[in-house]
Antibody
Framework: EVQLVQSGAEVKKPGESLRISCKPS????????IAWVRQMPGKGLEWMGM????????RYSPSFQGQVIISADKSITTAYLQWSSLQASDTAIYYC????????????????WGQGSLVTVSS | EIVLTQSPGTLSLSPGERATLSCRAS???????LAWYQQKPGQAPRLLVY???SRATGIPDRFSGSGSGTDFTLTISRLEPEDFAVYYC??????????FGPGTKVDIK
């Protein structure tokens, strides 16, 4: 059974750093992309970027390029989303999701999702 | 960057009625790159349709996708109580940059 288990809720102050995690299981970690999706309170879905753990190839939305870092550790089959200096506007639920295989040559989609990690940034 | 627009913003219907949701792209999208997701309150999104027309595993056949180029449609033939939710279209480009539409909320009339 494919599962993506995300780290728990976080409460941080503006200016603090944070790294949240996503640990997939039930499939080959290095064979698909892992994406991160933001959902601000009461708002829609925003694709932030994704990483291919097999070779660490990373793609970012222009809206999030330079604002966050997406990484992965193959040795512990875990993907990460990190901030160096949080702002109140980073308050949101963050979902990780895996793609199907062979995204460059066939229909790529986000077929399994994590449960979401709530990040609250408040002074 | 391709921008997706969804209409209507909210669709108020009764169970058993037909729902037609529209997704329009700012430039042509390959049909194989267009997907639809459903999200219920407090839950993660769920993949419904990919490649514009193919249902994901376990998705009932009352859900169907159509369209090409810049205009795509998700149709729910007969609304069941569990179908009241928010629906998002999503596309990706040749650089594997994804974007989501703003969503259409289907609520109970």
């Amino acid at each position: 059974e494919v599962q993506l288990v995300q780290s728990g809720a976080e409460v941080k102050k503006p200016g603090e750093s944070l790294r949240i995690s996503c640990k997939p299981s039930g499939y080959g970690f290095t064979t698909t992309w892992i994406a991160w999706v933001r959902q601000m309170p009461g708002k829609g879905l925003e694709w932030m970027g994704m990483i291919y753990p097999g070779d660490s190839d990373t793609r970012y939305s222009p809206s999030f390029q330079g604002q966050v870092i997406i990484s992965a550790d193959k040795s512990i089959t875990t993907a990460y989303l990190q901030w160096s200096s949080l702002q109140a506007s980073d308050t949101a639920i963050y979902y990780c999701a895996k793609t199907t295989q062979y995204c460059s040559t066939s229909s790529c989609r986000l077929d399994y999702w994590g449960q979401g990690s709530l990040v609250t940034v408040s002074s | 960057e391709i921008v997706l627009t969804q209409s209507p913003g909210t669709l108020s219907l009764s169970p058993g009625e037909r729902a037609t949701l529209s997704c329009r792209a700012s430039q042509s999208v390959s049909s194989s790159h267009l997907a639809w997701y459903q999200q219920k309150p407090g839950q993660a999104p769920r993949l419904l349709v990919y490649g514009a027309t193919s249902r994901a595993t376990g998705i009932p056949d009352r859900f169907s996708g159509s369209g090409s180029g810049t205009d795509f449609t998700l149709t729910i033939s007969r609304l069941e109580p569990e179908d009241f939710a928010v629906y998002y279209c999503q596309q990706y480009d040749s650089s594997l940059i994804f974007t989501f539409g703003p969503g259409t909320k289907v609520d109970i009339k």
